[in-house]
């Protein structure tokens, strides 16, 4: 009983020095269930991760005016938080090639002055043999003459493979053409009824196979690039010519 009544006067000689501190020093000292002589008006908002202690106002509501920018920041990208005012989020521009971007040959642009045209086919491995026509291996097949069409800017490209004499030769040069540009294209070329003309039409251009009689009982195939929508043509081949393409 002695134990108790000690225990007693104890809690009460603390809550008597609790109570003459907090009028002392002010309310920064509380314990639960008021004890720490904290006014009904006044709590502690302890906040969120990113978020600093606040006070509330007289209505308990957080006053997020005294929130730092860069925390609002943090909070609005990581999805957590009140803050109402615009994303900061950047938009990545996207990296899809743009559909009005030209054509290219060997991986060259179909673009730009015939000079500077003629410049990129010798650097990619072509001799020029006058009259604007270059000659060199492409496709899979050595001796191709390759034509640039147009000028300031050339606006298509027009590929004479060497002349074949079989007919059924001649024929597994086109189709293995047609198979690698459609491989590589991913879509079906149209072929019109009694020609030999395979024309695929892609969002900037259109590539055009063509088989055609060079001289008598000899054929050659003619591939054609062109920035425009649809062109005439005649064609040449390859042996394994889905780079190239």
Known sequence: MKKLIRLLVAI?????????CGDKFGNVISLPGGLGGATENTTED?????????????DNTIDDNNTPK?????????GIGDDDSPSTTTTIPSTTPSTSSP?????IPITGSLTAFGNELTRAG????????????????????????????????RVDFPVITDWDNLEKSYDS??????????????????SN?????????????????????????????????????????????????
């Open 12 to 20: 009460v000689a603390i809550v008597v020095l609790v109570r003459y």
């Open 46 to 58: 302890s906040g969120g991760w990113f978020r600093p202690k606040n006070n509330t106002t007289k």
């Open 70 to 78: 860069d925390i609002k920041d943090l909070e609005r990208q990581l």
């Open 103 to 107: 054509l290219t040959f060997k991986g």
């Open 126 to 157: 072509f001799s020029k043999s006058g009259n604007g026509v270059y000659t060199g291996d492409f496709a899979g097949y050595s001796r191709c003459k390759v034509t640039p069409i147009g000028n300031n800017p050339v606006n298509g490209v």
């Open 177 to 194: 053409l047609q198979a690698s540009l459609t491989q590589k294209y991913g879509i079906e070329p149209v072929v019109s009824q009694g």
């Open 197 to 245: 003309k395979a024309v695929y039409n892609l969002t900037n251009g259109t590539i055009t196979l063509d088989a055609d009689v060079k001289e008598q009982s000899s054929w050659h195939v003619i591939l054609t690039y062109s920035n425009f929508a649809s062109v005439k043509s005649s064609g040449t081949l390859g042996r394994n010519p889905i780079d190239d393409l």
